[in-house]
C-alpha cells in the first residue's frame, strides 16, 4: 500500500499544473459522467465509460437478454435481443432504472440518441417518468416511441404491469441510424412530449387517475428498451419545467430538396429582415435550407432594422419547425457571447453555424461551441481574395459569403478549389442573376425571396432525372498517375500536371533528421528496392535516398517534398497541392509550414492537408492554422453529427471514400460543406463520381479525367450578329489538358446590358447537359479585320475568335444596375 501511494506521488509530482489539471479534466469526463451543469439542479448524463454508478437493471424486466456496454465514440449502448420477444410481464424488454436516488415533480428530461439495430419496425423505446415502486412492480406514466412507422404513445403503467396506450403518428423515423433527441417537459402535472423539438403531445396525468388511483406527482425515471439497439449519447434531467431550462437538440434539420435536374445545383438561404419573411418560411412547403437571423446581446432576432422580431427560441420553434438551419448572424461582442450562452445553455442545437463580417467572432464562438459551422460574410475584397481565403482559415470558417459582385467564376473557383464553400448574397432576385450564379458554381445562393429562387432552380428539368453539371469538378489525382509511373514520384508529378490535374494529392513521412519524404508507406519495401522494414521514419534522409522508386521505369529517388514544391513553383497551372500527412509526428506540420513561410511564400495558398489521423487534422489547425485540413475517415448519413462536432473541435472538413447525391446534397451541400472524394481506381468510377455531382474526385486515372471538357470560350465575330433564343452556335471547348476542339451548342438567353450583348450556351458533354455563364458577344477590332479577311468569321451556326465563358467580374454588377432578368488510401 505504502509503495502504491510512494509511486502516485511520485506521479503527482512530475506533472506540471496545466498537465495535472488537463490529467483531472480527463477523469471527470471519462469517469464522473454525472455531472451537474451551469443551470441550477440540473443532472447531466455524456461522456459515458461505463454504466452510471446510480443506474441499475431492474430485476422483474427481461434481464436475461439485455446486456449494456460502452460504444468507441462513449455511446451508452442498451441492447435487448431482438430475437427474444417478451410480454408485459417482462414489461416487454429491458428496464433501466435511472438517476435512483433522486425524485422529480416538474422536469425536462432530453435524451440524445441513435437505434442501430432493431427486430422489425414496430419495436420501441420507452422513458417512464414520476415513476415509483408498488410492490415489486414498476409504475408510472410512459413516453414510448416505435422505430420505423413514426407513432409515439402516452401510456400509464399500472400496478399489475399493464400498459395503456394512447397513439399518435406521422411522426419522424428512427430508421435513419442518425442522432434524434426525445424530451418531455412536465409543469404541475401536465405532460409535453417532444421528438426533435417537435411537439407530439400534451396531456394531463390526471386523466390516468382511474388506472393508477391517484396523481403521481413526483417520481423517478426509468428507459425501456423492447428487441433493438439503444445508443444514449447524453442524458439531460433538469429540476425545472421552465423554457430557460437547459435542452439538447442533438439531431439533424430535415432540409426541403428542389425537385429539379441540377446535379448538386446550390442550396437555397434566406435572409430574414422581418416577421414577414419567417411567417412565409412557415407557410410553404419549399423552405429554404437555411435562414440567416440577425442575433442580438438580448437573444432576440431583430429586423435589418434592428427591431425585434421574436426570441431566439421561439423562432427556431414557431417558424424553423426544424425544417430550416439557422446561422445566427453576430456583428459585436455582445451578441458573440449572448450566441455562445444561448448555444451552450438554452438550445444546445447540434444544426446550427454562427455568421459575421468579423471572423475573429466566429473562431471564439466555434472554439467555446464546436458544433458550430463558421461563416465569413465578405461584401468587399479590401486587400486580396488570398488574404479572405487565410482569415477564413485561421478563424476556422469553412463557409464564405460573398457579395453578387464579386462572386465571378475566378474568384469561387479559387476558394472552392482550396476546400472553402462559396455562397453568394443576390442584392436583386432575377432569372439572369440566379442563372448566372449557379453555373459560376456557386453552392449557395442568398436572398430574402427564396420562393423566386426555387422558381428558377426548379425550371431546369430532364425527362432522364438529374442530368445538368451546375459545375466542372476537380480532377485530383492520387499519388500522380500511379498506373503509368512510379506513386509519390516527381516523373509522376509532372505527368500528372501535363494531362490536366487540378490538384497532386501526395502521402508524406518525415525522416529522423527532419526532412518530409513522399511516399505512401512508412516501408520502403513495397515502392523502391530496400528490403522489408526499412522505415523512412527511422532513417535520416540520406538512406532514404540510396534506394530507387522501382514499380516503373525508369527508376528514380524518393523524393522530398522541396522538389514537389519546386515543380509547382514554375507550374502555370496553379496546381494545387493535397498533402496527406501519413506521419503522425506532428512536428512535420511545424517543418512543411517553415518551408512555405521561408522559401515558398508563393505557395502558401496552393496546398492543403488531409489525414487519417484526427489529432493530425487537430495540429494542423494550431500548427498551420492559414492551411486548412480535411478528415480522411468515412463519413455516412449514419455518423454525420458526429462528424459535423469533429470538425467544430478540429477545424478540419472531409474528404471521404465514396460519396452519393444524398450524402453530397442534403447532408453537406446544405450545411456549407464542400464534398471531396477518395479513390475512384478507373474511368467508370471518375463517370459516376462526376453524375453524382461530387465536387472533389481523387482518382487513379487524373489523365482520362484530363480529356474531359472544363469550360468553353466564344469566337468573336466579324460582325455584329442577330442573335436569337434557340439558335445553334459554335464555340471552343477547352479540356482539363488544356487540348480543345470546337462543339455546337444552343442559346438559352440573351441580354443587352449597356449597349453589350450577353448570351448562356446549353450544350452537352460525357451524357449531361451544361449551361455557360452570361458570356459578351464582342465583334472583331476592324483594324484586326481588314489584314485577316480569311480568317476565322461568323456563322450562327457560326464561327466567331475567342472570349471567355468564365464569368467577368463586371458582368454581374452591369447585371445588378439594370436588374435584369483498386488502388486506396
Given at each position: 500500500?505504502?509503495?502504491?501511494?510512494?509511486?502516485?506521488?511520485?506521479?503527482?509530482?512530475?506533472?506540471?499544473?496545466?498537465?495535472?489539471?488537463?490529467?483531472?479534466?480527463?477523469?471527470?469526463?471519462?469517469?464522473?459522467?454525472?455531472?451537474?451543469?451551469?443551470?441550477?439542479?440540473?443532472?447531466?448524463?455524456?461522456?459515458?465509460?461505463?454504466?452510471?454508478?446510480?443506474?441499475?437493471?431492474?430485476?422483474?424486466?427481461?434481464?436475461?437478454?439485455?446486456?449494456?456496454y460502452i460504444s468507441e465514440d462513449n455511446y451508452l449502448t442498451i441492447e435487448h435481443d431482438k430475437t427474444k420477444g417478451v410480454g408485459n410481464d417482462k414489461y416487454y424488454g429491458g428496464v433501466y432504472n435511472i438517476d435512483i436516488n433522486n425524485t422529480y415533480k416538474d422536469f425536462t428530461f432530453t435524451m440524445s440518441f441513435k437505434m442501430t439495430n432493431w427486430a422489425d419496425g414496430a419495436r420501441w423505446i420507452g422513458i417512464v417518468y414520476h415513476s415509483k415502486m408498488i410492490g415489486d412492480n414498476l409504475t408510472g406514466?410512459?413516453?414510448?416511441?416505435?422505430?420505423?412507422?413514426?407513432?409515439?404513445?402516452?401510456?400509464?403503467?399500472?400496478?399489475?404491469?399493464?400498459?395503456?396506450?394512447?397513439?399518435?403518428?406521422?411522426?419522424?423515423?428512427?430508421?435513419d441510424k442518425n442522432l434524434h433527441t426525445i424530451k418531455i417537459r412536465m409543469k404541475n402535472n401536465i405532460a409535453t412530449h417532444y421528438i426533435d423539438n417537435k411537439e407530439i403531445v400534451t396531456w394531463d396525468t390526471k386523466d390516468a387517475n382511474s388506472i393508477l388511483g391517484s396523481t403521481y406527482e413526483e417520481g423517478g425515471f426509468s428507459l425501456i428498451v423492447n428487441r433493438s439497439t439503444l445508443n444514449i449519447k447524453k442524458i439531460t434531467i433538469s429540476n425545472s419545467s421552465d423554457e430557460s431550462a437547459l435542452e439538447s437538440d442533438s439531431t439533424l434539420v430535415d432540409t426541403y430538396q428542389a425537385d429539379t435536374s441540377l446535379i448538386n445545383g446550390p442550396t437555397n438561404i434566406m435572409e430574414v429582415q422581418n416577421l414577414n419573411d419567417l411567417v412565409s418560411i412557415k407557410e410553404t412547403d419549399k423552405k429554404p435550407s437555411n435562414a440567416i437571423l440577425n442575433f442580438n446581446k438580448d437573444k432576440n432576432i431583430v429586423s435589418s432594422d434592428n427591431l425585434i422580431i421574436d426570441t431566439a427560441s421561439n423562432v427556431i420553434d414557431k417558424y424553423l419547425e426544424h425544417k430550416v438551419i439557422p446561422n445566427f448572424r453576430v456583428n459585436d461582442n455582445e451578441s458573440k457571447d449572448a450566441l455562445i450562452d444561448f448555444l451552450i445553455n438554452d438550445r444546445s442545437l447540434v444544426d446550427v453555424s454562427a455568421i459575421s463580417e468579423n471572423a475573429?467572432?466566429?473562431?471564439?464562438?466555434?472554439?467555446?461551441?464546436?458544433?458550430?459551422?463558421?461563416?465569413?460574410?465578405?461584401?468587399?475584397?479590401?486587400?486580396?481574395?488570398?488574404d479572405v481565403y487565410f482569415e477564413a482559415n485561421i478563424n476556422n470558417c469553412p463557409t464564405i459569403l460573398l457579395?453578387?459582385?464579386?462572386?465571378?467564376?475566378?474568384?469561387?473557383?479559387?476558394?472552392?478549389?482550396?476546400?472553402?464553400?462559396?455562397?453568394?448574397?443576390?442584392?436583386f432576385v432575377d432569372g439572369n442573376s440566379i442563372h448566372n450564379l449557379i453555373f459560376t458554381g456557386t453552392s449557395g445562393l442568398v436572398s430574402n425571396e427564396f420562393s423566386k429562387i426555387y422558381e428558377k432552380i426548379e425550371s431546369y428539368k430532364s425527362d432522364n432525372g438529374k442530368t445538368i453539371l451546375t459545375r466542372s469538378p476537380y480532377n485530383v489525382a492520387h499519388r500522380g498517375l500511379p498506373k503509368e509511373y512510379n506513386e509519390n514520384s516527381l516523373s509522376g508529378v509532372n505527368a500528372a500536371i501535363s494531362k490536366g490535374a487540378t490538384h497532386l494529392e501526395l502521402d508524406v513521412y518525415m525522416t529522423f533528421d527532419r526532412h518530409i519524404m513522399v511516399s505512401h508507406d512508412n516501408d520502403l519495401s513495397r515502392t523502391t528496392n530496400a528490403p522489408k522494414n526499412t522505415l523512412i521514419e527511422g532513417l535520416n534522409y540520406e538512406d532514404v535516398r540510396k534506394y530507387d522508386l522501382d514499380l516503373f521505369e525508369p527508376f528514380e529517388k524518393v523524393p522530398d517534398i522541396y522538389e514537389v514544391f519546386?515543380?509547382?513553383?514554375?507550374?502555370?497551372?496553379?496546381?494545387?497541392?493535397v498533402c496527406e500527412l501519413k506521419t503522425q509526428n506532428s512536428a512535420a506540420i511545424n517543418v512543411i509550414n517553415d518551408a512555405l513561410n521561408n522559401d515558398y511564400p508563393e505557395l502558401k495558398d496552393r496546398i492543403v492537408f488531409i489525414s487519417f489521423y484526427r489529432n493530425q487534422c487537430k495540429q494542423a489547425h494550431l500548427r498551420a492554422p492559414n492551411i486548412p485540413c480535411a478528415d480522411l475517415n468515412t463519413l455516412t448519413t449514419g455518423n454525420f453529427i458526429e462528424n459535423l462536432e469533429r470538425m467544430g473541435k478540429n477545424g478540419n472538413i472531409i474528404d471521404t471514400p465514396n460519396g452519393s447525391s444524398l450524402l453530397n446534397e442534403k447532408y453537406l451541400r446544405d450545411r456549407g460543406i464542400i464534398g471531396w472524394y477518395w479513390t475512384m481506381d478507373n474511368s467508370n468510377n471518375i463517370d459516376e463520381a462526376i453524375e453524382e455531382?461530387?465536387?472533389?474526385?481523387?482518382?487513379?486515372?487524373?489523365?482520362?479525367?484530363?480529356?474531359?471538357?472544363?469550360?468553353?470560350?466564344?469566337?468573336?465575330?466579324?460582325?455584329?450578329?442577330?442573335?436569337?433564343?434557340?439558335?445553334?452556335?459554335?464555340?471552343?471547348?477547352?479540356?482539363y489538358n488544356k487540348d480543345t476542339l470546337s462543339m455546337v451548342g444552343t442559346i438559352e438567353t440573351i441580354t443587352d446590358i449597356d449597349d453589350k450583348q450577353y448570351i448562356s450556351i446549353k450544350y452537352r458533354t460525357d451524357k449531361l447537359d451544361r449551361y455557360s455563364p452570361l458570356l459578351e458577344v464582342k465583334?472583331?477590332?476592324?483594324?484586326?479585320?481588314?489584314?485577316?479577311?480569311?480568317?476565322?468569321?461568323?456563322?450562327?451556326?457560326?464561327?466567331?475568335?475567342?472570349?471567355?465563358?468564365?464569368?467577368?467580374?463586371?458582368?454581374l454588377l452591369l447585371i445588378l444596375k439594370k436588374k435584369i432578368g483498386n488502388l486506396n488510401k
Open positions: 500500500m505504502m509503495k502504491k501511494m510512494f509511486l502516485l506521488a511520485i506521479l503527482i509530482a512530475t506533472l506540471s499544473y496545466n498537465n495535472f489539471s488537463q490529467f483531472k479534466a480527463n477523469i471527470d469526463t471519462n469517469f464522473l459522467f454525472k455531472k451537474y451543469s451551469n443551470k441550477e439542479d440540473t443532472v447531466v448524463y455524456e461522456n459515458f465509460s461505463k454504466l452510471p454508478s446510480d443506474w441499475s437493471i431492474y430485476s422483474q424486466s427481461d434481464t436475461i437478454n439485455t446486456k449494456s406514466y410512459l413516453m414510448n416511441y416505435r422505430v420505423d412507422n413514426g407513432n409515439s404513445a402516452y401510456s400509464i403503467i399500472d400496478k399489475n404491469k399493464g400498459f395503456h396506450d394512447t397513439a399518435s403518428g406521422g411522426n419522424p423515423k428512427l430508421t475573429e467572432l466566429i473562431k471564439e464562438i466555434r472554439e467555446k461551441y464546436p458544433y458550430s459551422r463558421g461563416i465569413l460574410e465578405v461584401n468587399e475584397i479590401k486587400t486580396s481574395l488570398k457579395s453578387e459582385n464579386i462572386a465571378n467564376y475566378e474568384n469561387v473557383n479559387y476558394l472552392q478549389s482550396r476546400m472553402k464553400t462559396v455562397w453568394t448574397k443576390l442584392n519546386d515543380i509547382l513553383k514554375e507550374d502555370t497551372n496553379e496546381t494545387i497541392l455531382g461530387l465536387i472533389g474526385i481523387t482518382n487513379n486515372k487524373a489523365d482520362y479525367f484530363g480529356k474531359k471538357v472544363k469550360y468553353i470560350k466564344l469566337y468573336e465575330f466579324d460582325n455584329k450578329p442577330q442573335l436569337n433564343v434557340g439558335d445553334d452556335i459554335e464555340f471552343i471547348a477547352y479540356k465583334v472583331k477590332d476592324q483594324e484586326t479585320n481588314k489584314t485577316n479577311k480569311n480568317g476565322c468569321g461568323g456563322n450562327i451556326i457560326s464561327t466567331s475568335a475567342i472570349i471567355s465563358t468564365i464569368a467577368l467580374g463586371g458582368i
